[in-house]
Nanobody, 127 residues
Framework: QVQLVESGGGLVQTGGSLRLSCAAS????????TAWFRQTPGKEREFVAS????????SYSDSVKGRFTVSRDNVKNTMWLQMSSLKPEDTAVYYC????????????????????WGQGTQVTVSS
């Protein structure tokens, strides 16, 4: 079992940047693809970005592609989400997630594939 803790959220203006961190415990973090999701009240939790276990393969939702960058350091047991050119529609609680088993590449965006979730960190983008 792995524990995940997000941090780095806050209030920023449109066009600003934030860097979210996800600190993980346990040795399993570096064994699997991990991901960022976000959720707004009344809306389904949506995929944001994922990164393969070694960091070589990343995936992004169309809404954030080109603006967000996901990275990881398995020695530090940490994953980051660098968010730039933020828009009001990026406002959400952001969660990091890790699976309990390997994920087929085509399913990295499916929340059901992830067994472990952080508590979330709030990102608010004002217009």
């Amino acid at each position: 079992q792995v524990q995940l803790v997000e941090s780095g959220g806050g209030l920023v203006q449109t066009g600003g940047s934030l860097r979210l961190s996800c600190a993980a415990s346990g040795r399993t973090f570096g064994s699997y693809t991990t991901a960022w999701f976000r959720q707004t009240p009344g809306k389904e939790r949506e995929f944001v970005a994922s990164i393969s276990r070694s960091g070589g393969v990343t995936s992004y939702s169309d809404s954030v592609k080109g603006r967000f960058t996901v990275s990881r350091d398995n020695v530090k047991n940490t994953m980051w989400l660098q968010m730039s050119s933020l828009k009001p529609e990026d406002t959400a609680v952001y969660y990091c997630a890790a699976p309990g088993r390997p994920i087929i590449g085509s399913r990295v965006s499916s929340s059901s594939e992830y067994a472990y979730w952080g508590q979330g960190t709030q990102v608010t983008v004002s217009s």
